[in-house]
């Protein structure tokens, strides 16, 4: 686990963060720095494990993950536990050969899950060389296995 992971002092003065509620900017910053993290933004994280790092109950993740969504902050895939941050590879991108090759160990520990086409694409357009080493994405648009987070 990384010690450090930048954070812009932007982040409370961008218009949409400062238009969300208080639990919602906290699950955002949560999402950004949480031990479970990784710096290319797709990561393993089952909702229980917010709960229990933010003392939350199911409801305020679920309400506070939902604006994340919606806003397109964030992606879910509830049946893998994975949320996907979209923009992460746009601050955070791999350029050197060990970096890569950290960014696919830290890939390797993160389940199977469709989200990994998006992050495939994003790869393509923010960090070549990462999208180079992963190989031959699925080339289909994901339309299926991706869900808010409600049980």
């Given at each position: ?7 812009s002092?932007l ?5 949409t ?19 479970h ?6 990561y ?22 939902t ?16 949320v ?6 746009k ?18 520990a ?28 699925l080339?289909?648009?994901l ?6 987070p409600?049980?």
């Open positions: 686990m990384a010690r450090y992971y930048p954070v002092p982040y409370w003065s961008d218009d963060v400062v238009g969300w509620k208080d639990s919602e900017k906290l699950l955002a910053l949560y999402l950004l720095t949480c031990p993290r990784n710096l290319e933004g797709l393993r994280l089952p909702v229980a494990y917010i709960e229990a790092d933010l003392g939350w109950d199911r409801r305020q993740v679920q309400d506070a993950m604006t994340m969504i919606v806003k397109r902050f964030a992606a879910y895939d509830t049946k893998a536990s994975v996907w941050l979209p923009n992460a590879l601050y955070h991108q791999p350029a050197t050969k060990p970096q890569v090759q950290g960014a696919l160990n830290a890939l390797q993160v389940p199977d899950t469709p989200l990994f086409e998006h992050f495939a694409e994003a790869a393509k357009h923010y960090a070549p060389r990462l999208y180079e080493a992963l190989g031959e994405p080339t289909e648009p339309t299926e296995g991706v869900e808010e409600h049980e």
